[in-house]
C-alpha cells in the first residue's frame, strides 16, 4: 500500500510536472517579439547566437525651459542617426554577453552655420544573469546585468559646446534589469538602465542617466504583432571643468506605437515611432533642444 501511495505521488507530481513544462513551453510559443526600443527579461541560451542592426533617427528643434517652450531665435535644430550593431551570445550558466557597436551621424544648423559630426561612437560590453524564468519555475523572466561603456568615440573639443562629440572620452559603468510576463497572445515588458558617466576628455563628464522602457506587444499575426511602449530618460546635467551646463540634463518620457514580423523563422524586423508626452529639462533662459519625434527600427537574425 505505501508503495502504491508513493509510486502515485511521483506520477502525480511528474504529470504536475510535465503539464507545466508544457504551459511554459505554448506560452513561450504564444509571445511575440517583443518591444522595439527597450529591452527585455530574457537570456540567451547557451550558444545561441544573434546579431541586430539597430537604427534610431531623432530631430531636435525646438527649444525648452522646465516644461515649457522657448523662443528659439537661433533657428537651432539638430539631428542624430545612431546606427548600433548588436551581437548577443548565450554563455551558458544563465548567462549571456552582448556588445553594441554605434555609429553616430549628428548635424547641427542655426542661424551662424551648419555643423556635421559622424564616426563611431563609444562601445558598450554588458552581460546578463537570468534570475527567475518559467522553466525554473517562475510565471516570469527578469534579468539583471551589469557593463562598461568604452571610450572609442572622437571627442574633439571643438564640438564639446554644441554637444556634437561622438564620445565623452571615459570609461562608464553600466547595471540593468529586465523583466517580461508572458500573457496569453501577448506579454509585458519593462527594462531600466543606469549609467554612471565619469569625467573624460577635455575635463567634459555627460551626466549621470537613467533610462527606464515599458512596453506591451500582443501576438495578432506572426507577419504582423503591434506593440505600445514607454521610453523614459532621466539625465543629470553635463560639465566641463565641474562646471554644470544649465542647457542639458532633464526628463523625457516619449509613447511609441510599434510592431514587429517574423520574416522568416530566423530573421525578425521591429519597428515604431517615438512621440514625446512629457518634458521636464533644466530651466535655463537659452533653453534645450527636446525630441520631436524618433524613428526606430531593428533586423535581427537569430543564428
Known amino acids: 500500500m505505501k508503495k502504491l501511495i508513493i509510486v502515485s505521488a511521483i506520477s502525480i507530481l511528474t504529470c504536475n510536472v510535465y503539464a507545466t513544462d508544457l504551459s511554459n513551453q505554448q506560452n513561450m510559443m504564444d509571445m511575440p517579439l517583443g518591444p522595439v526600443h527597450g529591452s527585455n527579461g530574457m537570456v540567451l541560451s547557451k550558444g545561441k547566437l544573434v546579431t541586430n542592426l539597430k537604427t534610431m533617427y531623432m530631430e531636435k528643434d525646438h527649444l525648452y525651459s522646465g516644461h515649457d517652450s522657448v523662443t528659439n531665435s537661433k533657428n537651432k535644430k539638430m539631428t542624430a542617426m545612431v546606427n548600433n550593431a548588436i551581437i548577443r551570445y548565450g554563455l551558458g550558466g544563465n548567462f549571456d554577453v552582448r556588445m553594441i557597436v554605434p555609429y553616430v551621424d549628428k548635424s547641427m544648423s542655426m542661424k551662424s552655420g551648419k555643423s556635421d559630426n559622424s564616426g563611431l561612437g563609444d562601445i558598450r560590453i554588458l552581460s546578463r544573469y537570468q534570475i527567475t ?171
Open 133 to 303: 524564468a518559467p522553466k525554473l519555475g517562475n510565471s516570469f523572466f527578469s534579468t539583471v546585468g551589469i557593463g562598461v561603456e568604452l571610450p572609442t568615440g572622437s571627442t574633439d573639443e571643438s564640438d564639446l559646446s554644441a554637444n556634437m562629440q561622438n564620445g565623452d572620452g571615459s570609461t562608464d559603468f553600466i547595471v540593468e534589469v529586465g523583466i517580461t510576463k508572458p500573457l496569453s497572445h501577448s506579454r509585458i515588458d519593462f527594462s531600466a538602465m543606469y549609467i554612471f558617466n565619469q569625467e573624460g576628455d577635455n575635463n567634459y563628464q555627460e551626466g549621470n542617466q537613467f533610462t527606464y522602457n515599458l512596453g506591451y506587444s500582443y501576438l495578432l499575426h506572426s507577419l504582423f504583432m503591434p506593440s505600445i511602449e514607454l521610453n523614459g530618460t532621466v539625465a543629470d546635467e553635463n560639465r566641463t571643468n565641474g562646471i554644470k551646463n544649465n542647457s542639458t540634463g532633464g526628463h523625457e518620457l516619449l509613447l511609441t506605437p510599434g510592431f514587429s514580423s517574423n520574416i522568416t523563422k530566423k530573421f525578425k524586423f521591429f519597428a515604431g515611432v517615438g512621440l514625446p508626452i512629457y518634458r521636464n529639462y533644466s530651466e535655463d533662459s537659452s533653453g534645450t533642444l527636446g525630441i520631436g519625434y524618433r524613428i526606430t527600427t531593428k533586423l535581427s537574425y537569430h543564428w
